[in-house]
C-alpha cells in the first residue's frame, strides 16, 4: 500500500503532470519528459519519470516508480512536486517568476549530484 508521501505526491501530480505542455502533442510530451529524466540529480529524474508514467500510464505505473525509489529521493521530489504546483496556480498575488521559483527549488530541494 502507498504511503503518505506517494498520497501528496498524486495529489500534486494530478495538476501538474496532466498539463499540456506548450505546442507539443501527448506522446511527445511524455517523450520530453522521458529525456528531462536522463539527468544525474535523483530527485528530478524522479518527478520526470514519476510524471510520464503518470501521463503516459497512469497512477499505478507511477507509483510503482516512485515506490522504487529511495525515501530521500522521495521526499526531495515531493518538495519539487510542490514548488512546481505552486508556481503553477499561484496565488493572489500572482505567480512567481522563473527566477523566484529556482531559488525556491535550490532551497527546499536537496541536490543529489
Known sequence: MPGALWLGAIALLGPTASRSMASLGELEAVARLRKLADTPDLV?????SVSAEFRERGAAAACE???????????GTLAQLLVG??????SEAGTPSAKDTVRLLHQVVPVTW
Open 44 to 48: 528530478s529524474r524522479l518527478n520526470y
Open 65 to 75: 516508480v516512485w515506490e522504487a525509489a529511495g525515501i530521500d529521493i522521495r521526499r
Open 85 to 90: 504546483y505552486c508556481h503553477s496556480i499561484g
